[in-house]
């Protein structure tokens, strides 16, 4: 009968992203009650051109939503902390399980009109306007 309890975790499809989260030192969340911080940075990436949708439910999985996660494809960014903390830009691209660089591709980020080469350090703040801009070697 133990099995059948142990059995979940065992086979967890999340495994993965839970040791990432952990290493990361990025919490799970219950729900937006208790919150220390709660905003909403947004993020867009355009590759050779082309817009690239951030997936919806990045970092909402069954079992946990980190303190980094999408709720939809819109590019908004929900950071909810229970402790006051900085938020870099780096930790959204360790939960969504991506690299900033990509392989064969320059890139360039602004952060409300400006260039800056802050990339994943990036703090976030609330209503941050970041792109992300990738371009073919």
């Not at 495994?15 to 937006?32: N, Q, T, W, Y």
């Not at 817009?51 to 960014?77: F, K, N, Q, S, Y």
Request: one cysteine or more; aromatic letters at 8%; hydrophobic letters at 40%.
């Amino acid at each position: 009968l133990a099995f059948l309890f142990a059995l979940p975790r065992i086979n967890n499809p999340n495994k993965a992203l839970f040791a990432r989260l952990k290493a990361a030192g990025i919490e799970c969340i219950d729900g937006h009650a208790n919150l220390a911080q709660h905003f909403h940075p947004h993020i867009t990436i355009v590759v050779d051109g082309l817009e690239e949708p951030i997936p919806a439910r990045v970092g909402d999985v069954t079992g946990c939503m980190a303190e980094l996660h999408t709720h939809d494809t819109t590019g908004t960014l929900h950071i909810e902390t229970l402790a006051p903390r900085e938020v870099r830009l780096k930790e959204f691209f360790i939960v969504w399980d991506r690299s900033i660089e990509r392989e064969g591709y320059n890139f360039t980020m602004t952060v409300d009109g400006k260039s800056t080469t802050a990339f994943g350090e990036l703090l976030l703040k609330d209503k941050q306007k970041i792109i992300l801009e990738y371009k073919s070697k």
